[in-house]
DNA sequence: TTGAAAGCGATACCAT
DNA sequence: ATGGTATCGCTTTCAA
């Protein structure tokens, strides 16, 4: 009789039906996930940990379309999608760690959580971030950013700002100063700032720190702060590196609302290619780092038990008429 | 000894430090979630069940909107968050229905979850459909398409165009013919329809069949066509009532991209207002639909074993340069 | 206070 | 093929 729920190729349907419905009134809904996980020593849960809460990933962009893909695959291997969190990192959570077959780390975790998993000896996908004995999925931020930087240098550009995310550990709006310069750090938004310094260094050009802003989190809101300040320095820069699409994006709204004309007077540059990126006015320049096939590839890399190596996806420049 | 895990209260921390540092030597690594939910008969699990595919969903502004409220309030009761969706309703996930303490469906499912999520008694949200005995979680579609159509029609419009989602069956973009109009359904975007329709009643006009649209799906690509289509008539229509933020923000390109100027020209309203509508150029008068906010009413519901009503959210018309 | 034992529900295995 | 039984790891209860 259990055929019927486990194994419903062994039955005729009309069958199988009828054991059914006669065991759901019997008060019996289906085989129990618990009691079957227990003994299984499976689940068929995989569980995405991102570094951010659950609900800054979900509206940030590029997070989104990560999980997409994570999802995609997921899907279609009949596997079940957990959303923790390494930033709410609490009790009652660290009994559901217990539950996945498997991890995928989206952003370098906080809290002990990573170590934890690690211990329990079920497999890791760390995405975005480097460690040492588990699989990665990274992409190669400082090329990247050197590829598009250098592309927007090839403009000539005299005056150059930056508008960097998590540089420092302020969580309020600031420009570096000389010494958050020499700061060494694997961190994605130092790798991206190491791409940009290295395609000055070729042109002889060099960054200034207080050229640079750092922003703490990836929001339409701070944004646009930082790019106000930017765009009423005098003189006007003629160039913005933006560390994200989300901060670009935003340096185009105020440029458009300081009647300042892009790329005319400005270039700007993204970093991402989320799909509003193409869709601006005018369009982002951008580099591409593919985010819902970071998440497709981090899914089969935790879903294959036969790959097992650590991947760096290519980026691709993208141009389009911010900095064209 | 269990303790240490349980009750972290009871012992000095020290004791517990030591405590589970050796056990875990011992190769323990914290108790294990699927025994303790078989034994205590709960998961601290809630599933949101989407009537959309997860990857769909996570990039759709409304639904990641909504799951951000829901994941907002998980997150502070400790419950974790499952996601499922009714659109890929396989075997395995018939399992993990068994999962959950409790289920918020998003949108009317298809499939028979509902039903055998229903059976086994587990508390139920449904938001954005009625259902019998589920409290539910809705807003006033007919509503608040009454008010921004009400609004948009003020500026006297002469030719009316509608981008509808999702009015008939069809997966092609499609006209309306005038059978289409006799359609009963409790459906959201037969409800916005019948809003628009009252709001011309109220004025003796009416909507022509032949500008109406049909959009499959609440997609950015999608929405372009349709736009393109509309604003390529001949005569050109002055007022574009869009059943959602993303259809609208696609008309706003394509006029933009065929140099009609709006709100010069045409008249453009939305509906939902995504946080992208108060953003754009120029910014979109829609309808706010409190998204998030529906997540966390949903899921108080949910978790709140004393209120036991369906809540009906206000819709409240918020007026931006691209109908004003 | 501490320990021992029953049982949650499904499965895998062994015996019929 | 079919039925019985031990077991997964935890919590709860009851006894010492």
Known sequence: ????????????????????????????????????????????????VLADSISYSLCDPVASQFLQGVAELLGENQKQLLLLSSAQDELQQSSA?????GFIFYGAPSGDIFERVKRSGKPIIAVDFETEDSESVNINNEQGAYMVASHAL????????????????SQRICRLTAQDMQVESKE?????????????????????????????VNTPDMAEIAAREALTLNPLPDLILCMSDVIALAALRVANDLDISIPEQIHVTGFDDIPEAQRSTPSLTTVCQQSSEKGRVAT?????????????LDTRLVIRASCD
Not at 4 to 14: T, V
Not at 97 to 101: G, H, I, N, T, V
Not at 156 to 167: D, E, F, H, Q
């Open 154 to 169: 090839a403009k000539k550009p005299l005056n150059i700002a930056v508008l960097g995310l998590r540089l420092v550990e």
């Open 1 to 48: 009789m259990s055929n019927a729920f486990n194994r419903p190729d062994q039955l005729s349907a009309k069958l199988r039906e009828r054991i059914l419905r006669e065991s759901a009134e019997l008060g019996y809904h289906g085989p129990n996930f618990a009691a079957r996980s227990l003994r299984k020593g499976e689940s068929g849960v995989v569980a995405v």
């Open 300 to 312: 089969r890399l935790l879903l294959d038990k036969e790959h097992k190596d650590s991947v760096v």
């Open 97 to 101: 760690e217990s539950l996945p077959d």
């Open 188 to 216: 994605i938004s130092r790798s991206r700032l190491k791409g940009y310094m290295r395609a000055c260094d070729e042109l002889n050009l060099s960054l200034i720190p207080s050229q640079i802003w750092h922003i703490p």
